[in-house]
């Protein structure tokens, strides 16, 4: 199963629509709060070169936002995705 990060924040609807979407799939991912402490926006900026929430990553790879998420389930290469290791 692919390692997960989901970068978010508890004001954020993006954030809450990836994360339904994940749990759709039935996998475990990592929810890093980036509200709760700053030091890990800094971490996630770092990583995605972003700013903004979610940040979404699949085995240690930037895919994006919930935009981004939602054109790769609709694309049908999420799955494929979820299932590496």
Do not use: W
Not at 9 to 20: D, I, L, Q, R
Not at 49 to 62: E, K
């Amino acid at each position: 199963m692919a390692k997960i990060e989901v970068y978010s924040s508890g004001h954020c609807p993006y954030c809450v629509m990836a994360k339904k979407l994940l749990d759709s799939k039935g996998v475990d991912y990592t929810e890093i709060r980036v509200d709760l402490d700053p030091s890990k926006r800094e971490v996630m900026m770092k990583r995605s070169r972003q700013r903004t929430v979610p940040q979404i990553f699949i085995n240690n790879d930037a895919i994006g936002g919930y935009t981004d998420l939602l054109a790769l389930n609709q694309s049908k290469q999420l799955d494929s995705l979820l299932a590496q290791s």
